[in-house]
């Protein structure tokens, strides 16, 4: 369940994408909630969800419930991260270097 990085993120460490997780920062960009920022409470494997703090609404009770967001409809702004998100990012790094470096070659 991978969301797009924003430009700054994109940039740095040059990944468009990676796997959404728990912690992490986000901004909704599609849908009736567009524009919000918010941290990722849960990720939903089996729905393919995430769910966001702040992003809910009220059920007839009263009670507040947390609405589902697909990972491709936000733009993660804020990385949570670690030694293994870090290996994941350079590897996915040097893979793209290495994609570029081939490509030209054969053109």
């Known amino acids: 369940m991978s ?4 430009k700054e993120l994109r940039e740095k460490h040059g990944v468009r ?3 959404i997780r728990k912690d992490d920062e986000v901004m ?3 849908g009736s909630n567009k ?12 729905k393919y969800l995430v769910h966001l703090e702040r992003v809910s609404r009220e059920k007839s009770n009263g009670q507040s419930v947390p609405i589902g967001v697909h990972p491709s409809k936000c733009v993660i702004t804020k990385l949570k991260l670690d030694k293994d998100r870090e290996n994941i990012l350079d590897r996915m790094k040097k893979g793209r270097e290495i994609k570029r470096k ?6």
Do not use: D, F, H, W
């Open 3 to 6: 969301a797009p990085l924003n």
């Open 17 to 19: 994408s990676i796997p």
């Open 28 to 30: 909704i960009t599609r």
């Open 35 to 46: 524009g919000r920022e918010a941290k990722v409470t849960s990720v939903y494997r089996l």
């Open 102 to 107: 081939t490509m030209g070659k054969e053109t």
